[in-house]
Nanobody, 129 residues
Framework: DVQLQASGGGLVQSGGSLRLSCVAS????????IGWFRQAPGKEREGVLC????????YYLDSVKGRFTISRDNAKNTVYLQMNSLRPEDTAVYYC??????????????????????WGQGTQVTVSS
């Protein structure tokens, strides 16, 4: 079965850092773009970053540029989300997801054009003031 296991969430103070990990199995990891999405209480789910399946190009939500970094280690079937300078508004459940299209075809500044093919379980990130 396809699995996308997210971990690394927790409680952190404003200005702090967390690193989330997403370990994938059950599909050809190298052929998929991997994205991080989040859903804050009372708000719609939004794309945060993704990393392309082809050349590793990252795609960003404007509000996290300069603060969040995505990377992938294909040998470990793992994607990382390094989150620095965290703000209370970053508080959300963070989900990793896989999409079998290159990031350039489905990730836009206004959001993804369609939902990812596979969703993983979320990990809670809480940023306190």
């Amino acid at each position: 079965d396809v699995q996308l296991q997210a971990s690394g969430g927790g409680l952190v103070q404003s200005g702090g850092s967390l690193r989330l990990s997403c370990v994938a199995s059950g599909f050809t990891f190298d052929d998929y773009s991997i994205g991080w999405f989040r859903q804050a209480p009372g708000k719609e789910r939004e794309g945060v970053l993704c990393i392309s399946s082809s050349d590793g190009t990252p795609y960003y939500l404007d509000s996290v540029k300069g603060r969040f970094t995505i990377s992938r280690d294909n040998a470990k079937n793992t994607v990382y989300l390094q989150m620095n300078s965290l703000r209370p508004e970053d508080t959300a459940v963070y989900y990793c997801a896989a999409e079998d299209h290159d990031g350039s075809t489905w990730w836009t500044e206004d959001g993804v054009l369609w939902p990812p093919k596979y969703w993983g379980q979320g990990t809670q990130v809480t940023v306190s003031s």
